[in-house]
């Protein structure tokens, strides 16, 4: 029997007789005798060569298996699966990226029950993997941490005088609706295509990958400051390095996810997101890692702590500002002082062994820079998220107000019963100032997978007649890249019969911010007739992993959770 300190659940995998041939398997890949009898720490990677935000994770991982060695353990790499959101936007793929969170989670869970792990790093790099990540280290609950894989750098597009502009992915998704309306030519579109993405990491701006990459460092289960460090920094390698030694301490002290992962934790966590105007997925993915710990968090959770939170982060799509400036900024470190000394912060465990509040006193903020305003100056004086409710949406919506100023909009309602539909009619010029594009059938159930709309909402973008002007609600979802007027999470959503089923062509919709509101402007009688004969379509597939996510998966407004 070992009694070797942190190795507790790999005893019954690997010591005595009666274990000789598991050890012989794992002898018959590489691991010596004395590897077999250390801490087993397992480390779940979602490398993929689709797509950049992941083709890093092989060198990440190297550091961080060199970092456990060097702190008496042996790690042991398993692959799970991951889908790049940028690449299928727009498509059929996109139902898959919701769908892939729950996959990932269960397939990590799996592999770590199933191998008895004492320990388990996280490394992901991507929307969908974060959170998948962040759930299956709260279901475990072995010592664990989540390690983001970094930011790609900006990409650098030419200019007529021979400078060069800073761009992300969003640019291109923006110049694609330019080149439909014929404001940008075939050139001009390559150019942007092959300038935005000079390399692996994940999409730039405070997008859903960075936003749920700050979340785990203010959840306290990503280790602050070393999860920011940017893809292709010269810093990264050491950042994952130390991983694998904060690992081995948590395993050696037995300090597990729900430890850490508490109520004022995802406080914490929604307080960041408001503040630096996060993602709208962030309310979807922290409701769904609550779920896990079983912890009540609900949609007014996020437009209390929004109401009160100032929004202080220069960040795009809202903003001028990228990840690495973020971080070179001082980070997150710099945020949580911020917070910390205006009382908006818990101080709570992390998984570096200091409290958040230790950790935002060794802040170094680098004099004079734009990204992180102070609270003297905010960029607004609440946060970045809003709640609406009405007779359209009974059960929430949310609608990210960081990147645009409209606070009252009342248009004409346009429907369309898929993204696609909608995409065309934008592409085609049928879309006017001043409409309301709804997009339905496309929520967790309907899709299925809630697809996000970032194809739809940056080719209005790209419109300058209509960037401004047209709004957009739909049952699925909106990339972290998206700005304007968009309400998502539309709930209950079309295929259960929620009332976007009703929106006829040509009804006018108000959204009203400030008194939180969405509402179609005809009467309660109207909308009950116009339900009452509701019949949901037949499902878009009904065998395979889309029909299995369909028959189990909850209302956004839980967190499209299947558990």
Known sequence: MSNVPGKTNSIAL????????????????????????????????????????????????????????????????????????????????????????????????????????????????????????????????????????????????????????????????????SHAAGKINDDQLEAVEAAACPGPGACGGQFTANTMAMAGEFLGISPIEITGVPAMSLEKHNASREAGHLVMELARKQVKPRDILTRSALENAITAVCASGGSTNAVLHLIAIAHELDIPLSMEDFDQISERTPFICDLSPGGKYNAKDYQEAGGSRVLAKRLMDRGSLHNISTVTGKTLFEEAAHAVETPNQP??????????????????????????????????????????????????????????GKINPGDVCVIRYEGPKGGPGMREMLAVTAAIKGIPELSETVALLTDGRFSGATRGLMAGHVAPEAFMGGPIAAVHEGDTITFDIPNRKLQLNISDEELAARLKDFKAPEPRFKRGVFAKYANTVSSASIGAVTS
């Not at 998220?385 to 100023?405: W, Y």
């Open 371 to 428: 990204v992180i305003h102070t609270w003297e100056k905010p960029l607004k004086p609440t946060g970045g998220l809003v709640i609406l409710r009405g007779n359209l949406a009974p059960d929430g919506c949310v609608v990210k107000v960081a990147g645009h100023e409209r606070i009252h909009h009342t248009g004409t309602a346009r429907v369309f019963d898929s993204e696609d539909l909608c995409f065309a009619a934008v592409n085609e």
């Open 14 to 177: 690997t010591e005595g007789p009666s274990r000789a041939a598991a050890r012989s398997y794992l002898r018959g890949v590489g691991f010596s005798k004395e590897d077999l009898h250390k801490p087993i720490i397992g480390i779940a990677n979602t490398w993929t060569e689709i797509g950049p935000c992941n083709f890093h994770l092989r060198q990440v991982a190297e550091a961080v298996k060199q970092g456990i060695r060097e702190a008496g353990g042996t790690p042991m790499e398993f692959n799970t699966v991951t889908i790049s959101d940028g690449i299928t936007m727009g498509t059929e793929g996109m139902k898959a990226s919701l769908i892939s969170r729950e996959v990932i989670a269960d397939s990590i869970e799996l592999v770590s029950r199933g191998n008895s792990f004492d320990g388990l790093v996280c490394i992901a790099g991507c929307d969908k993997n974060m959170p998948a990540a962040i759930m299956a280290l709260a279901r475990l609950n072995i010592p664990g941490l989540m390690l983001y894989g970094g930011s790609i750098m900006p990409g650098k597009l030419p200019q007529a005088d021979g400078s060069s502009k800073e761009i992300t992915i969003l640019n291109v998704f923006e110049a694609i609706g």
